[in-house]
C-alpha cells in the first residue's frame, strides 16, 4: 500500500507529461503546494532524466515521481508502417523535413531503471503495461513505490501479482498516450474506478478530464484516493508547453483519440494532421512516432499548430494559465465546497 498517498496534504497529483511539458519546476512547484508532482521520464535521455531527477530535488524537499514507459510488443506487419511512411511523404515534402526513421526500440528502458535504482525517487510509475516483478522488487528496496497504470478492470491483476503500491486508473477521457497495456480500452473514468474498486484493495489514482474541484470531488467519493491531473497544469507558467500547445488547450475544440502522431492512440485536439492521417496511421508505436517525429518538430518551432500533437484530455477548456501552486489551491478548495455541499443536499 502507498504510504506517499497517505502522506498528501492535497489528493492532487500531478500526471506526467512527455515531451516536454513536465518540468521539474512544474514538479516541484506541486509538491510543494501539497500534492505529487510527476517527472516524465518518456523521450529523454538517461542523462536527462538523471539531471532533471537532482533538479526537482534541488526545488522541493518533498516527495515526487518519475513515470516511466514500459517497452511495447512491436507492429504485427512492418508493412503497415511503410505504406504509412509513404503516405506522409507529400506533406513533408511540401514542408522541406525528412521524415524520421521508423524504427521501434525501448525508449533506454534499462538504463531509465538504473538511474532510479542509482538516485532512488519516493515513486515510480509505469505505463503501457507492469514492469517484471524483479523490477518491482529492486525499486522496493531502493525505497520507492511502485504505481501501475491500467485502463481495463483485468489490468489491475497484473499489478497485484508483481506488489504494485499503487494503481493509476486511467479513464478514456484522459489526455495523451493510452497508459494501460492495451491501448483501445474504452472506459470512463467514474465506472473504471468503481470496476477496479471492486477487484482490489489497492489506493487507486484517478487519471481522466479531472480539472477543477467538483471533478476532483467526484473521483474521489468513487473511491480514488488522489486526482491526477495532466491538462489542467498545461498552461501553468512552470510548464514546458510550446506556445501552439497553450493555444490549442486555451481553445474549446474537440478532442479525439488517434494513432497519427505515434502509432499508439492518444488524446489530442483536433487538428488538420489527426484528421487527414488518422484513419491511415498503423498501431505501430514507437514506429510511427520515430517517423513524425521531425515533421512535428519542426511545425513546433513554426509555431503551426496544424502538425503538432496536441495532447489534451476532454476538460481542457477548463484550464487556466495561472501558477501550479495557484492551481493545486483552487481545485482542492472547489473540492471541499463541492463536497460539503453534497452532503447537505443528503441531508448528513
Given amino acids: 500500500m502507498s504510504s506517499v498517498l497517505g502522506g498528501l496534504r492535497r489528493p492532487v497529483?500531478?500526471?506526467?507529461?512527455?515531451?516536454?511539458?513536465?518540468?521539474?519546476?512544474?514538479?516541484?512547484?506541486?509538491?510543494?503546494?501539497?500534492?505529487?508532482?510527476?517527472?516524465?521520464?518518456?523521450?529523454?535521455?538517461?542523462?536527462?532524466?538523471?539531471?532533471?531527477?537532482?533538479?526537482?530535488?534541488?526545488l522541493t524537499d518533498r516527495p515526487f515521481g518519475v513515470n516511466v514507459f514500459v517497452p511495447v510488443a512491436p507492429p504485427a506487419d512492418p508493412a503497415?508502417?511503410?505504406?504509412?511512411?509513404?503516405?506522409?511523404?507529400?506533406?513533408?515534402?511540401?514542408?522541406?523535413?525528412?521524415?524520421?526513421?521508423?524504427?521501434?526500440?525501448?525508449?533506454?528502458?534499462?538504463?531509465?531503471?538504473?538511474v532510479l535504482l542509482d538516485d532512488p525517487v519516493p515513486v515510480v510509475s509505469f505505463a503501457?503495461?507492469?514492469?517484471?516483478?524483479?523490477?518491482?522488487?529492486?525499486?522496493?528496496?531502493?525505497?520507492?513505490e511502485v504505481w501501475v497504470t491500467v485502463s481495463h478492470p483485468d489490468a489491475v491483476a497484473a499489478a497485484e501479482e508483481i506488489g504494485a503500491d499503487a494503481v493509476v486508473v486511467q479513464g478514456m477521457e484522459a489526455g495523451a498516450h493510452r497508459g494501460g497495456l492495451a491501448d483501445t480500452d474504452e472506459y470512463a473514468l467514474l465506472p473504471l474506478l468503481r470496476l477496479v474498486?471492486?477487484?482490489?484493495?489497492?489506493?487507486?489514482?484517478?487519471?481522466?478530464?479531472?480539472?477543477?474541484?467538483?471533478?476532483?470531488?467526484?473521483?474521489?467519493?468513487?473511491?480514488?484516493?488522489?486526482?491526477?491531473?495532466?491538462?489542467?497544469?498545461?498552461?501553468?507558467?512552470?510548464?514546458?508547453?510550446?506556445?501552439?500547445?497553450?493555444?490549442?488547450?486555451?481553445?474549446?475544440?474537440?478532442?479525439?483519440?488517434?494513432?497519427?502522431?505515434?502509432?499508439?492512440?492518444?488524446?489530442?485536439?483536433?487538428?488538420d494532421f489527426l484528421r487527414s492521417f488518422d484513419e491511415a496511421a498503423p498501431a505501430a508505436y514507437p514506429h510511427v512516432h520515430q517517423l513524425t517525429g521531425p515533421l512535428r518538430a519542426a511545425a513546433r518551432t513554426a509555431g503551426d499548430p496544424s502538425v503538432i500533437n496536441l495532447w489534451a484530455g476532454q476538460a481542457h477548456a477548463l484550464s487556466r494559465d495561472a501558477p501550479a501552486a495557484e492551481i493545486v489551491e483552487e481545485i482542492v478548495g472547489g473540492a471541499t465546497t463541492t463536497i460539503a455541499a453534497l452532503a447537505r443536499r443528503l441531508g448528513a
Fill in 128 to 144: 503501457f503495461g507492469a514492469p517484471a516483478a524483479d523490477t518491482v522488487e529492486s525499486l522496493h528496496a531502493r525505497g520507492s
Fill in 197 to 271: 474498486a471492486a477487484r482490489t484493495r489497492l489506493p487507486m489514482v484517478a487519471a481522466g478530464g479531472i480539472a477543477d474541484g467538483p471533478g476532483l470531488a467526484a473521483v474521489l467519493a468513487a473511491g480514488a484516493s488522489a486526482g491526477a491531473l495532466g491538462t489542467a497544469f498545461l498552461r501553468c507558467p512552470e510548464a514546458g508547453t510550446s506556445d501552439a500547445h497553450r493555444a490549442a488547450v486555451t481553445g474549446t475544440g474537440d478532442t479525439a483519440l488517434t494513432r497519427a502522431f505515434t502509432g499508439r492512440r492518444a488524446r489530442g485536439v483536433v487538428n
Fill in 13 to 58: 497529483v500531478a500526471a506526467p507529461m512527455g515531451g516536454g511539458p513536465s518540468t521539474p519546476a512544474l514538479a516541484a512547484a506541486v509538491s510543494n503546494a501539497g500534492g505529487l508532482g510527476f517527472l516524465a521520464g518518456a523521450y529523454l535521455s538517461p542523462q536527462r532524466l538523471a539531471a532533471d531527477v537532482v533538479e526537482a530535488r534541488r
Fill in 80 to 114: 503497415d508502417v511503410t505504406a504509412y511512411a509513404e503516405r506522409l511523404a507529400p506533406i513533408a515534402e511540401r514542408r522541406g523535413v525528412a521524415l524520421g526513421e521508423p524504427v521501434g526500440g525501448d525508449d533506454h528502458y534499462a538504463e531509465k531503471l538504473r
